[in-house]
């Protein structure tokens, strides 16, 4: 399979010219393995060498000789590999030695050293539009965040497409073949998760059938701030009733092996006192995942355009993230207790901030959208907050410009790095 080239590539490069040791974080089959190999000179995968790994155990310094940058793969399956990584780089003092990769957080361990000075962390997501359809990107987000004007032509995309994209996924293996083969292995991923990798983490042993249960409940309320309480309701069982409590531990379990990725709230300085809403926004790491808990393909999803507007929500979600990740961008949503609410904050480490509202299209719901990002650059106080570099109305198709009030309209087909 041909290597799908990655935004994520060049801040590897960047890293390991000043880090002894980069390490990707990521869910499983998002193709952290396929990069780390573009910048690695020698490899050892722990979790499919079992010789490999049972040296690992015994020795770990056995499994860290090669040429440099070395890519350790799966490196938590034996965590000892850690230390004996950071010991070696210390005492060679050269950057870009090992590249660690690892789709689980393990256990914590007081024994593990943090890290601090020697490690560098890259987070990696699946793939977004940009990457996986070879979109025009005539759209930069970083020229969007500082303040410039774009404009781009007709991005055509069809309700049915946008639901074949949904379930395929940002999977760089499910970007060739059928999308019924891709929802089959979005299904499969999941079967895995709960049944495999969420007793792999630590805590008490989750049981498969209730993990099941709360990813369809996750799913139905996708791209919303359902409450541990309703979470706990729809994932009981005949004859039993979790606890919220309880459902934390499993969504920490999933965030453990970074199958949700919750969207946090953006609390601004305000010009009134209206209090923030703090909730998160459920969010899985790829919108396929949710339709893969529903077991809702591209016809359904193309009849419930309700639903289908969530789950578009969740598609741009992920694109944000990765598109905002070499700004060094944080990606957030807003909700106060007035009602207001805008689906995307983007706020970049110097201070700069965006806001983004997602709507499928037309003029109606284009307005709307407008609307309320122009009521929440009216109550952010600019004076401690700063005036916000861009407002957009992201869609599923259409042209993208700027119009007379200020607000961009953006096609999320054009939008790159």
């Known amino acids: ?244 409590n309880t459902v934390n531990g499993y969504l920490e379990a999933l965030s453990r092996v970074m199958v949700i990725e919750d969207l946090p709230a953006w609390s601004p300085h305000l010009r009134s006192k209206t209090p923030l809403r703090q909730a998160m926004k459920r969010q899985f790491v790829d919108p396929s995942l949710a339709a893969a808990a529903l077991g809702a393909g591209p016809a359904r999803l193309s009849k419930d355009l309700e639903f289908l507007g969530l789950m578009f929500e969740s598609l741009v979600i992920r694109d944000l993230r990765v598109l905002s990740q070499p700004l060094d961008g944080l990606v957030s949503h807003y909700r106060d207790k007035s009602g207001l609410e805008v689906d995307a904050i983007i706020q970049l480490s110097d201070g700069r901030w965006g806001a983004f509202e997602v709507k499928l299209g037309g003029e109606k719901l284009i307005d709307e959208g407008a609307t309320a990002l122009l009521r929440l650059a009216d109550v952010v106080d600019t004076k401690k907050s700063g005036a916000p570099s861009v407002l957009a109305v992201i869609c599923m198709s259409g042209y993208s410009y700027r119009r007379k009030d200020g607000v961009a309209i953006v096609s999320i087909g054009s939008l790159a790095p």
């Open 1 to 244: 399979m041909t290597y799908i080239p990655r935004i994520v590539d060049d801040e590897l490069t960047r890293r390991l010219e000043s880090a002894r040791i980069v390490v990707i974080e990521g869910a499983k089959a998002c193709g952290k393995t396929e990069t780390a190999l573009q910048a690695a000179r020698s490899v050892v995968r722990l979790d499919v060498d079992g010789a490999a790994r049972l040296a690992a155990a015994t020795d770990p310094a056995l499994v860290l000789e090669g040429e440099t940058p070395r890519l350790i793969d799966e490196w938590q399956t034996e965590p000892a590999v850690w230390n004996h990584a950071r010991q070696l780089s210390d005492d060679r003092k050269r950057p870009g030695q090992f590249i660690l990769t690892g789709s689980a957080v393990p256990d914590d361990d007081p024994n593990r050293h943090s890290g601090a000075g020697r490690f560098s962390f890259i987070r990696m997501r699946p793939m977004c539009l940009f990457e996986s359809t070879g979109g025009a990107g005539t759209i930069s987000l970083a020229a969007l965040m500082n303040g410039e004007t774009l404009r781009a032509g007709d991005m055509k995309l069809s309700v049915p497409e946008l639901a074949d994209l949904l379930v395929r996924g940002g999977w760089p293996a499910q970007q060739i073949g059928s999308v019924a083969s891709a929802a089959q292995a979005a299904k499969d991923y999941l079967t895995q998760i709960r049944q495999v990798d969420v007793n792999r983490v630590s805590g008490p042993r989750r049981d498969p059938a209730k993990v099941a249960l709360l990813l369809s409940s996750l799913a139905r309320n996708v791209s919303t701030e359902v409450t541990l309480k309703t979470l706990a309701t729809d994932s009981s069982g005949p004859g039993e009733i979790m606890s919220p």
